[in-house]
């Protein structure tokens, strides 16, 4: 309930005061956009594991064994882990993308798929694995990495980002995230140093993949556009209201 307390003075201009109450609802005048996007899909798993894929080839194209990203837009992008996900904290959990090359069956060509790897620390692995991350490798899906309170995270990185077997493919390179923390872009660069490789920014060739939108994302802005411009009408309505 609002009142609304209005002073004024008396008629024969000696100083009066007189109350008047004014019972206002609340009202909710967005109560209908809630349910304005419901006929939008969301991102299907298949659309999350076509991005990771298009990042590993890119990858292996760029001659980078690995891409690394901290909780946030990029790796909701890729692994649909946002900071409402999981907030960041003095305890680096990383989401590790490399691509894996295979040599194609009665064929010259190689094959490059993608391999998701979660730096996780281990007295919250059981909340990680719980997170839903779509990979185009249903059968292994995601590796969790653990890292104890005593050891260096950074090194479980370079564990995971070393080559396991020879190959053809010599990567030099290791892409970390834009928005990382700069500690953690350190302590990556010092861990992956001693494998020869070195850190750089997100080139736009990476960036691009995010660039180029598919039908169902252009379906998504669409309608946030929509709710936005529906919202700035009712503003500028109530203004207009409230001051009349």
């Given at each position: 309930?609002?009142?609304?307390v209005?002073?004024?003075?008396?008629?024969?201009?000696?100083?009066?005061?007189?109350?008047?109450?004014?019972?206002?609802?609340?009202?909710?005048?967005?109560?209908?956009l809630?349910?304005?996007?419901?006929?939008?899909?969301?991102i299907?798993?298949?659309?999350?594991?076509?991005?990771?894929?298009?990042?590993?080839?890119?990858?292996?194209?760029?001659?980078?064994?690995?891409?690394?990203?901290?909780?946030?837009?990029?790796?909701?992008?890729?692994?649909?882990?946002?900071?409402?996900?999981w907030?960041?904290?003095?305890?680096?959990?990383?989401?590790?993308?490399?691509?894996?090359?295979?040599?194609?069956?009665?064929?010259?060509?190689?094959?490059?798929?993608?391999?998701?790897?979660?730096?996780?620390?281990?007295?919250?692995?059981?909340?990680?694995?719980?997170?839903?991350?779509?990979?185009?490798?249903?059968?292994r899906?995601?590796?969790?990495?653990?890292?104890?309170?005593?050891?260096?995270?950074?090194?479980?990185?370079?564990?995971?980002?070393?080559?396991?077997?020879?190959?053809?493919?010599?990567?030099?390179?290791?892409?970390?995230?834009?928005?990382?923390?700069?500690?953690?872009?350190?302590?990556?660069?010092?861990?992956?140093?001693?494998?020869?490789?070195?850190?750089?920014?997100?080139?736009?060739?990476?960036?691009?993949?995010?660039?180029?939108?598919?039908?169902?994302?252009?379906?998504?802005?669409?309608?946030?556009?929509?709710v936005?411009?529906?919202i700035?009408?009712?503003?500028r309505?109530?203004m207009?209201?409230?001051?009349?």
């Amino acid at each position: 309930m609002a009142a609304v307390v209005v002073l004024g003075l008396h008629t024969f201009g000696r100083l009066g005061s007189y109350t008047r109450i004014v019972e206002r609802r609340p009202q909710n005048y967005f109560s209908t956009l809630s349910t304005h996007c419901v006929h939008v899909p969301p991102i299907a798993a298949s659309q999350f594991q076509q991005r990771q894929l298009k990042l590993a080839q890119e990858l292996y194209h760029l001659g980078a064994v690995a891409y690394i990203a901290e909780p946030g837009p990029n790796a909701q992008y890729y692994t649909n882990i946002s900071l409402s996900d999981w907030r960041l904290s003095e305890r680096p959990f990383l989401v590790v993308i490399t691509p894996e090359v295979a040599q194609a069956f009665a064929s010259d060509k190689q094959e490059v798929e993608a391999k998701v790897t979660v730096i996780t620390p281990r007295f919250e692995a059981t909340r990680a694995s719980l997170l839903h991350i779509p990979t185009p490798d249903t059968q292994r899906g995601v590796v969790f990495a653990e890292w104890a309170e005593d050891a260096n995270p950074y090194e479980v990185v370079a564990d995971v980002i070393a080559p396991s077997h020879p190959t053809v493919y010599k990567p030099t390179r290791v892409f970390v995230d834009e928005a990382a923390r700069y500690f953690v872009v350190d302590g990556i660069g010092t861990a992956v140093a001693k494998l020869g490789y070195q850190i750089h920014n997100m080139p736009p060739e990476i960036a691009a993949i995010r660039e180029q939108k598919t039908k169902e994302e252009i379906l998504i802005l669409q309608c946030a556009n929509e709710v936005c411009c529906h919202i700035t009408s009712e503003y500028r309505e109530n203004m207009t209201r409230s001051f009349v």
